[in-house]
């Protein structure tokens, strides 16, 4: 079973009213677009996802409230496509980027280092590339580039190295294949720590989702669409998505280096927005859910 991450903390901080329009831009299996769903009797929820599964286990819950939704079948990288189709105010736009635990879970989507399956770790099963391809297909260096860049992993030359000389004998079919071959990598401490393949897992399957391009430029419409007194809360799950978003919190939110010498800075150069949060989950959420136990939520109000 999922468990939304920091549900009562984005409820109150997106200010929900019973007219709100708000925009689920991660709907998942539904736990924060139902408890938000709850609260708008008179507006109105949108919820993105790419996931098929995970659509029809959420307009079941959804249901179940009311009817004021839609699901959209389709990547937040198209969000300000899509509602500017739809032609409506937006009162609060939420990100959880955490992988649902389902997706975890369920072996043949190949997310999960613990279990046996065949690499895949797509978010979308119509996406062509896949953990398969980047593993059999990729040279060393991009290898070895992506494993730094997304998974920040300190042996990736040698896991790199690794996998391309294991692949020159045969192709690599699962996960747990891709566990012993970076094993075989890293040095026995480093096995005992954590789990060794994490980082590299994290690592592929932010490449086949180009996550991080995804978000950024989500997010980044999302700024453009919300309404003044609007909010964004956003939950990342690792140190590169929170990066990305504390960067264009502060970019929007800041006044122009030149312009503070200005004995009164005009109105229409002022910053639109205000940084109104930055919170870890509680000591008692993370013991409940350790998976809760890396996520950050920042939220940001459109003041002007």
């Known amino acids: 079973m999922h468990i939304s991450v920091l549900l009562e903390e984005c409820i109150n901080y997106l200010n929900l009213r019973d007219d709100s329009i708000i925009v689920d831009c991660t709907l998942g299996y539904g736990g924060h677009s139902s408890e938000i769903l709850k609260r708008i009797k008179n507006g109105y929820l949108y ?43 937006i009162d609060g736009i939420l ?10 879970d369920e072996d043949e989507r190949g997310f999960s280092f613990h279990n046996d399956a065949r690499l895949d770790m797509r ?13 059999n297909n990729y040279t060393k260096e991009e290898l070895t580039s992506i494993l730094y860049k997304y998974g920040e992993e300190k042996f990736a030359p040698s896991i790199a190295s690794k996998i391309v000389s294991y692949r020159a004998n045969k192709k690599i ?22 789990h060794p393949a994490r ?17 950024e430029s989500s997010l980044r419409q999302a700024l453009d669409l919300i309404d003044v007194n609007g909010r964004i809360c956003v939950i990342t799950f690792h140190s590169l998505e929170d990066k990305i978003c504390k960067n264009i919190f502060k970019e929007v939110s800041s006044v122009d280096e030149t312009l503070k010498r200005m004995p009164i800075i005009p109105e229409n150069m002022l910053p639109k927005f205000k940084v109104i949060a930055n919170i870890s989950p509680s000591d008692k959420e993370v013991e409940s859910n350790m998976r809760s136990r890396s996520a950050r939520l920042r939220v940001i109000e459109r003041i002007r």
Do not use: C, H, W
């Open 47 to 89: 919820s993105f996802d790419q996931d098929l599964e995970a659509i029809e286990s959420s307009r079941k819950r959804l249901s179940s409230i009311g009817d004021n939704y839609e699901i959209i079948y389709s990547n937040f990288v198209n969000l300000y496509e899509e509602m500017k189709k739809r032609g409506t105010k």
């Open 95 to 104: 990100y959880d980027l955490g992988v649902s635990s389902p997706q975890l």
């Open 123 to 135: 978010m979308d099963k119509n996406n062509k590339l896949s953990a398969y391809e980047v593993v």
């Open 173 to 194: 079919e699962t996960t747990l294949e891709l566990v012993e071959i970076i094993k075989s990598a890293v040095p026995e401490k480093y096995r005992r720590d954590k």
């Open 199 to 215: 980082k590299t897992f994290q690592a592929i399957r932010i490449e086949v989702n180009k996550e991080l391009d995804v978000f």
